[in-house]
């Protein structure tokens, strides 16, 4: 048992390409402002062509296949991710106020935790192929403002994460891949056949971490108007914004598909 932890530990913390990776403005793969926005108008270009241009109808035996190998590919990357995270930021950390409070101008962005915030980084990129599954299905009703916006701005908010070496990101990190994995289990028996009852819970688990990212950044804040600061706060910033939108989304999404439903049932 000891022998497998340690093995776990080599391959996710200790192993020199994560504990030598240092992110570098127009050096590192994807470190600067240029990829970052060809990447996110490539995408919102294909998004809104491709819904607009009749496609070659593709066999749902082969869509299935696809979606399946893809939300299981997620899966396994995001439970991955948060698992690689949580070791990093335990090793990593010189106490347990640098989980919420980065040092201001002393937490160069290298190291295992913002490796694991790298490959979170192209995660994300990898998962503009949820949109283009949506797209090749038929099912644009499913294109939602929600999903695209979602999809778009969370791209920006890893880069800035890597780029102001922001405060807080591992504990968001951790809850988001944690989220996914949930979110991906689910969507990978809708692909193989199997609906299960507890769709709902994916919802209502993207709004608790929303709501448990609020409630963790006011100790955050209280460290950084309290102390010397903390790194990345206008990075922060930016993402409190951006989990605002999207907490009122998630809620009227949940209304539009299950309260309303419930209602409807009670009557």
Known sequence: ???????LHYYLVDHPTITNFEWKPNQTWGASPLFLSTTLFTYLLLTFTLRRVPLTPV????????????????????LIMAVGCSLSTLSQMPNHRWIFCFPPNHTPPHGPVFFWAHIFYFSKLVEFIDTFLIIISGSNRRLSFLHVYHHSIVVVMCYVWLATSQSLFPVALVTNASVHVLMYAYYLLCAIGYRPWWKVMVTNCQIVQFVFSFLVSGLMLFYHFTGSGCSGFYGWCFNAVFNASLLALFVNFHFKNYARKDKAKAL
Do not use: G, K, Q
């Open 59 to 78: 066999s749902p035996t082969v869509l299935r296949l696809i979606s399946a190998a893809h939300n299981l590919f997620l899966l396994i990357l995001s």
């Open 1 to 7: 048992m000891a022998t497998s932890r340690s093995t």
